[in-house]
């Protein structure tokens, strides 16, 4: 599976913590974007849907949340409740992510501008390319 967890050095001193991410550095891209997520339903899941070429970076800056993460193969869990660890997802991996606590505070650094027609949202539609793609990636 193309993901991983990515865990960042922190800045600790008698003031707090500090983290930084830096493009083509400890994120292993160049950031285009950035978007977050709060006040996520805790009974509600977002994401069923993969990208074609999208690559993302996801922390949890506060909260947690779990991540079901499928290439088409395998299917595995995550769980982020850490704001030193950030969750690296490749093309073409389906996700969904549930299980949302009430201050659940999500990061999203993206190697692409937001587009629709980007986005894979039939789970079939998903597996055709999945398999077309193996060996490939
Ligand atoms: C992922 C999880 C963590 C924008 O206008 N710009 C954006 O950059 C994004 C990501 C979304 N939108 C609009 C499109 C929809 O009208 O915001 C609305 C909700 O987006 P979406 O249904 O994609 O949200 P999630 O939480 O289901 O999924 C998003 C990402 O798409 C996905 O890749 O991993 O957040």
Redesign the pocket.
């Known amino acids: 599976m193309n993901c991983r967890i990515i865990n960042f050095g922190v800045h600790v001193d008698s003031r707090g913590s500090l983290v930084s991410l830096e493009g083509n550095k400890n994120i292993p891209f160049e950031i285009k974007?950035v978007?977050y997520?709060y006040d996520a339903k805790t009974d509600m899941e977002?994401?069923?849907?993969a990208?074609r070429e999208?690559e993302?970076l996801?922390v949890c800056l506060n909260g947690s949340c779990v991540f079901v993460l499928d290439d088409g193969k395998v299917r595995e869990s995550v769980e982020l409740d850490s704001p030193n660890l950030g969750l690296y997802?490749g093309k073409n991996t389906w996700?969904e992510?549930r299980d949302f606590s009430k201050d659940c505070i999500?990061m999203?650094l993206?190697n692409k501008y937001?587009d629709?027609n980007e986005?894979i949202r039939d789970y079939n539609e998903f597996l055709g390319i999945s398999l077309n793609n193996v060996g490939v990636q």
């Open positions: 974007r978007y997520i977002r994401g069923k849907h990208h999208l993302q996801i997802i996700r992510i999500l999203v993206a937001y629709e986005y």
